[in-house]
């Protein structure tokens, strides 16, 4: 079994050029019912919760939690950033490193805050560590995402009846 801990939280928002990667406000509710609802976000994470049961389930208040981050784009969240770290990884290649994960609204799909917001909080959150990704190869736009973001494979695998790829992040050590 995987367990996951907490990434430090920062005390400050992280701020890049056009986005703010900060907690989570009682007034992103419906955002996120719409994040964990979305048929086109969650086909390749299982697929969507039911609205009315999010509806119902989630509190009033988003729970704050160590290693998750609001993706703001002047004002709005359009997406969440989350970083973990996995101990008893089933994956040995995964085992203690911290994990990424990422989901956005569809409508924040192509403009590159994905790329942006990722590497920030890569780069602010856990800079020098090595980081693992992992989705499913037929996810085309993610394995794009995690290219750029310079995970490169470590292996492919079976899980949930579809091939996944998992990709590592190594720490960047400076030239002599």
């Not at 609204?105 to 942006?116: I, K, S, T």
């Not at 020098?128 to 490169?152: D, I, W």
Request: glycine content about 8%.
């Amino acid at each position: 079994m995987t367990e996951l801990g907490p990434v430090a939280w920062r005390p400050e928002p992280i701020r890049t050029e056009g986005l703010v990667l900060r907690e989570s406000e009682a007034r992103e509710r419906a955002a996120f019912i719409e994040l964990l609802a979305s048929p086109k976000v969650h086909t390749y994470l299982g697929g969507p919760r039911p609205r009315d049961e999010l509806e119902r389930e989630m509190p009033r208040a988003p729970e704050r939690r160590p290693g998750s981050f609001v993706v703001d784009l002047d004002g709005a969240m359009i997406g969440q950033i989350l970083l973990r770290r996995a101990t008893g990884h089933r994956r040995p290649a995964a085992a203690a490193k911290a994990d990424l994960g990422y989901r956005f609204l569809p409508r924040a799909w192509g403009f590159g805050y994905a790329a942006e917001a990722c590497a920030a909080a890569l780069d602010s959150v856990l800079p020098g560590e090595p980081v693992v990704l992992t989705t499913q190869t037929a996810n085309v736009g993610s394995m794009r995402l995690a290219a750029k973001l310079g995970f490169t494979e470590v292996e492919r695998f079976q899980a949930w009846d579809t091939q996944q790829w998992l990709g590592l992040r190594s720490p960047v050590t400076p030239s002599a």
